[in-house]
């Protein structure tokens, strides 16, 4: 069975303190790795996907990678305004285009 | 990227009534799915909304509960049938405006629901 597993659940940071967050995948036949941000009471907003181990993909201080078996979101010196909720999902050929989405880091960023 | 307005943005129900959700786009897309994001959930594939033919559901999603229209490319609406508070979620329209090698899915701003 497809799975998607975000870490940490929750994470707190100060601002400027860089991280990363972790989405692990077992699936069969990757066909893309989607990332999206969530704020509270909205639609996830789309960030990157990436198709193939050794991608990676930057916007400002947001920066995905994909191994074979896992995906990082880093983030580079945060700031309060990227606290939100990140998910990540997989889609794969037997489920067609939908996506199998992970159940989201939650970040928050404190002055 | 595709501009997704979805219709109503909140609502309050009672239980044994039924609401339709709209979802227009902007653009003529290929696919359109419909989420659904439980509190403090993440987000639960409904269905694949098809056009001009009856969508196809998920494992525990059936359509007399959750009907789906798909007129045309750029419009779907989800129907969520005789209510219980257990339906009181998030529901999210979403688009691919291609398939092939490399897609982007994008989401509209969800509508949430509250059965009482």
């Known amino acids: 069975e497809d799975q998607v597993t975000q870490s940490p659940e929750a994470l707190r940071l100060q601002e400027g303190e860089s991280s990363s967050l972790n989405c692990s995948y077992t699936v069969s036949g990757l066909r893309g790795l989607f990332w999206y941000r969530q704020d509270p009471g909205k639609g996830p907003e789309f960030l990157f996907t990436?198709?193939?181990a050794g991608e990676e993909k930057e916007k400002e201080r947001l920066k995905a990678t994909l191994t074979k078996k896992e995906s990082f979101l880093h983030i580079t010196a945060p700031k309060p305004e990227d606290s939100a909720t990140y998910l990540c999902a997989v889609q794969v050929p037997n489920s067609g285009y939908a996506l199998n989405f992970g159940k989201g880091t939650s970040l928050l960023v404190t002055p | 990227s595709a501009v997704i307005s979805q219709k109503p943005s909140r609502d309050i129900c009672q239980r044994g009534t039924s609401l339709t959700i709209q979802c227009q786009v902007d653009?003529?897309?290929?696919?359109m799915f419909w989420y659904r994001q439980q509190p403090g959930q993440s987000l639960t594939l409904i269905a694949t909304a098809n056009q001009g033919s009856e969508a196809t559901y998920e494992s525990g999603f059936v359509i007399d509960k959750f009907p789906i229209s798909r007129p045309n490319l750029t419009f779907s609406t989800l129907t969520v049938s005789n209510m219980s508070p257990e339906d009181s979620s998030i529901y999210l329209c979403s688009v691919l405006p291609q398939t092939g090698v490399k897609t982007e899915a994008f989401f509209g701003q969800g509508t949430r629901l509250t059965v009482v």
């Open positions: 653009s003529q897309v290929t696919m």
């Open positions: 990436l198709y193939s």
